[in-house]
């Protein structure tokens, strides 16, 4: 469920006085967060609409947009994507050559110190309202969550910031900058306040979700204090959401993982605090509409960035079934985007895409601009992996362990195996690929099984599959419909009984245990094509025996073991939700992940400020190593 519509519309309202269509007009403002004259709340309503403007930062496009940018594309997860020119400063800011006035760091700057302007004007502006004193205090308990998770935001990106409780007075740019460590302060004691007044999310009515919650306050407040290596409060404020008055709030979602990234799954028993969209149609970029899904969606639908790296999948321990739920092939993209729009994805890149943010044909919106997927900004997984890092830290392996493995043990059952044979497959029509002829041999009724997703440690290749890669093609000239497969595996049978689909092939498997040998027979098929005219390879069928593997068992080390294992988690769990460049950088592995893509321990740990902002200044705003 969502907040209410007439909610979301007061918020496309609020902020369309600094968000436009694809340029950067937004970022023209005055000053950050500064205080015009004149006051213009008066009543209760005037606050409340003044409260929901704060809201709409959260859902501002280019926030969506910088996410992705910088939790991901930093990193050795993920690829720009789209095109060489599309989005060029982005491939600056993934090889650390961005400077300080790259768009990219402008678009996660500017917006955020709107919605504390918002915040600000409200909160001082709120004593002087006639209302009653219980919604006096839920306006600014609401207030001061937004203030911190947007403080947070810069913080974590940028270091220490000018700390502004009340709006800046107009002209005036001389604001320095606090330490890290005082930023940290002023945002746990702003959620602080908060906690003691928010409501849980049992309180407050489908009507409201999306709003500011007691639990989504705690889940923030135990971040901050993890990020300020404040292990062990980090882990007495966490424990309130895992095993304390808050524990029944929450609790992870059994079964379909990727259930949980579905318009069905929003605001569900796991959800701590999610974005809500809107995307009415009204013509323009402003519409409420979730950019994060075309900005990542396969191109021609979408753009096609922010695409996963063969680093990200074979990060995947053997039969995750997350891997599948989190990442979507090249392969798999071209059946679904063929069916949907009778042509070829327009860009490969990496061969992967975003599965998360993936809107499946029969769910599109009728214009792209306007998705109403909510964007998931805390888990109760994120919480269990946060808590059990702050016990490790603390010294506490046991519980540290029983949280780290809550999460695996989720993930286990999520699949339809109880041990893999280290690869997934997918249904492909024989009838939409290069010359279809050429493979009626290898088709079960018109359809081919093929192995989609590899890790370079499968099973698979360790019974002397080598090489395996599953891609398609475009066609170069007129056909642009057409599609080949290249060096893609066909499964043929297991055991000797013919496979028809995916469904045969995870049906044979169930039920068998961790170390049992199966008997895969499977046949190797090269396309080529070019300008509608396809030649085909087919290799001679072969056969290996595979020892089925164990999927994702318990993990029982400590120390410094069990952190890296913890890390790891966290990366996987989370994968593609614009956690892990903080992650790596916040652990002190800063040097030894990202060092090959350019960065340096002590210079690249926050992004530049922008230029401007330092000019105007006049200095007093300190740069970032960085720049």
């Known amino acids: 469920m969502k907040i209410s519509k007439q909610i979301l519309v007061a918020m496309l309202g609020a902020a369309s006085a600094f968000t436009t269509a694809c340029s950067d007009d937004f970022l023209d403002r005055t000053q950050q967060a500064a205080l015009t004259d004149g006051s213009y709340f008066q009543t209760e309503a005037d606050a409340e609409t003044a409260l929901v403007g704060a809201y709409s930062v959260l859902n501002h496009l280019r926030i969506a947009q910088t996410k992705f940018i910088l939790g991901d594309v930093s990193t050795p997860d993920a690829e720009k994507g789209s095109t060489a020119t599309d989005g060029a400063y982005i491939a600056e800011i993934k090889n650390f050559t961005a400077a300080g006035d790259n768009i990219g760091f402008k678009l996660a700057w500017y917006p955020q110190w709107n919605g504390i302007y918002y915040v600000n004007k409200l909160l001082l502006e709120l004593p002087e309202i006639e209302m009653s004193e219980a919604k006096r205090a839920s306006i ?194 071209q ?140 066609v170069a000239g007129e056909d642009v419909n057409k599609w080949a497969l290249t060096n893609a595996v066909v499964i043929q049978a297991i055991d000797g009984t013919p496979v028809t689909s995916k469904a045969d092939f995870y049906s044979m498997l169930a039920g068998k245990a961790a170390g049992t040998s199966v008997a895969i027979t499977y046949a190797k098929v090269n396309q080529t094509i070019a300008n509608g005219a396809a030649s085909t390879t087919v290799a001679a069928d072969q056969v290996v025996n595979v020892n089925l593997s164990e999927i994702l068992p318990d993990v029982n080390a400590t120390g410094q073991a069990l952190l890296d294992a913890i890390y790891h988690e966290r990366r996987v769990e989370l994968a593609s939700e614009h956690h892990r460049f903080y992650d790596i950088v916040r652990t002190g592995k800063g040097a030894e992940v990202l060092g090959p893509e350019g960065f340096k321990e002590g210079t690249h740990n926050f992004f530049p400020i922008p230029q401007e902002d330092i000019d105007l200044s006049n200095g007093v705003l300190t740069p970032n190593p960085w720049q």
């Open 140 to 333: 600014e308990a609401q207030g001061k969550f937004l203030r911190g998770f947007y403080y947070f935001e810069l913080a974590k990106n940028f270091g220490g910031l000018p700390l502004m409780d009340a709006p800046a007075i107009a002209g005036e740019y001389d604001y320095p900058r606090a330490s890290l460590e005082e930023t940290y302060a002023f945002i746990e004691k702003d959620l602080t306040e908060a906690i003691a007044v928010l409501p849980m999310k049992s309180e407050i009515g489908t009507e409201n979700m999306g709003r500011a919650t007691k639990g989504a306050a705690v889940a923030l407040l135990g971040k901050v204090q993890l990020y300020g290596k404040k292990f062990a409060d980090a882990k007495t404020t966490l424990k309130r959401l895992v095993d304390g008055d808050l524990a029944g709030e929450y609790s992870l979602v059994e079964g379909d993982y990727e259930a949980i990234f579905r318009q069905a799954g929003e605001h569900g028993s796991e959800s701590v605090f999610e974005i809500n969209y809107l995307g009415d149609d009204n013509g323009t970029w402003d519409n409420g509409g979730n950019f994060n899904t075309v900005f990542q969606m396969p191109r021609l639908w979408g753009w096609g960035f922010n695409q996963p790296t063969q680093t990200l999948v074979d990060a995947f321990e053997i039969g995750d079934p997350r891997l599948p739920a989190s990442i979507l092939t090249y392969l798999e993209a």
């Open 335 to 474: 059946v679904l985007e063929d069916a949907a729009l009778g042509s070829v994805v327009a860009t490969k890149n990496s061969g992967f895409y975003q599965r998360k943010s993936y809107i499946y044909p029969d769910a599109r919106p009728d214009w792209w601009r306007k998705s109403s997927e909510n964007y998931r900004v805390i888990r109760l997984s994120d919480v269990y992996l946060m808590y059990a890092e702050a016990a490790a830290q603390d010294g506490d392996d046991a519980t540290a362990q029983m949280y780290l493995n809550k999460v695996r043990e989720r993930a286990r059952n999520a699949g339809m195996l109880d041990a893999t044979p280290g690869f997934t497959v997918v249904d492909v029509d024989a009838t939409t690929v290069g010359s279809s002829t050429d493979l009626d041999a290898l088709a079960q009724a018109g359809n081919l099984v093929i192995v989609d997703i590899m890790q370079e440690d499968s099973p698979l290749a360790a019974a002397g599959v080598t090489n395996v890669e599953v891609a398609a093609e475009t």
